[in-house]
């Protein structure tokens, strides 16, 4: 049973412009890892971006855990969507503490949940004694576990990665990829994966999608 099911998707810029993405379709099953490679241009991102509900495919339709996000009459706004996202920059919020980051996508549960919520997700991403620091006190692998935890607590049905790997060095890479894999099988999360180093969709994913780029 397809848990993510991406039929026929056609993406361009503008009218006119030749489309990033044309006609793609794949399918997931839950809790499964899949890698995107491709050189740059090829659409990695912007699939997901439309995945996400930040770009609107020109045709196509997009199905997530059953429901259908997006077609031609349909549009889910993105915080409807349950998609949790994790950028190349991670994106946290400098004025507030690792806590106060993870608790801020828990906004629609109450108070105690909001913290038993967040108090896991730190022990399951080893940084519970970093709680009360702010983004600039942490490594670059550190910043990324808080983004990760950011991402996963709200328990998104799909969690989307860009480049995550990309502003880390090689020491600290191999480190994180295996602990991001153990992590997504442990919460058995079903994501998607962007990145330009096979090395990075070789440790951590069940398969690859390889996307093209077009002229």
Do not use: W
Request: with cysteine; glycine share 6%.
């Amino acid at each position: 049973m397809s848990f993510v099911k991406v039929e026929n998707i056609t993406f361009r810029f503008a009218k006119g412009l030749p489309a990033v993405i044309d006609e793609l379709s794949f399918t997931m099953v839950q809790g499964e890892i899949v890698g995107i490679l491709g050189p740059s241009g090829s659409g990695k991102s912007t699939l997901l971006r439309l995945l996400a509900g930040l770009e609107i495919p020109e045709r196509g339709e997009i199905t997530i855990d059953g429901r259908l996000i997006v077609d031609e009459r349909t549009f889910v706004e993105p915080e409807q969507r349950c998609v949790g996202m994790v950028f190349q920059d991670y994106a946290l919020f400098p004025n507030m503490t690792v806590a106060q980051n993870i608790m801020f996508g828990l906004h629609k549960l109450n108070r105690s949940l909001r913290q038993e919520k967040m108090e896991q997700m730190l022990e399951l991403l080893h940084m519970t004694d970093y709680a009360k620091r702010y983004p600039h006190e942490l490594s670059g692998g550190q910043q990324q576990r808080v983004a990760l935890a950011r991402a996963l607590a709200p328990q998104p049905s799909i969690l989307l990665m860009d480049e995550p790997f990309s502003s880390l060095d090689a020491n600290l890479k191999a480190t994180i990829r295996s602990e991001l894999r153990h992590i997504l099988q442990k919460t058995n999360i079903t994501c998607l994966l962007v990145s330009h180093d096979p090395a990075d969709i070789d440790a951590i994913c069940d398969r690859v999608l390889k996307v093209s780029a077009r002229h």
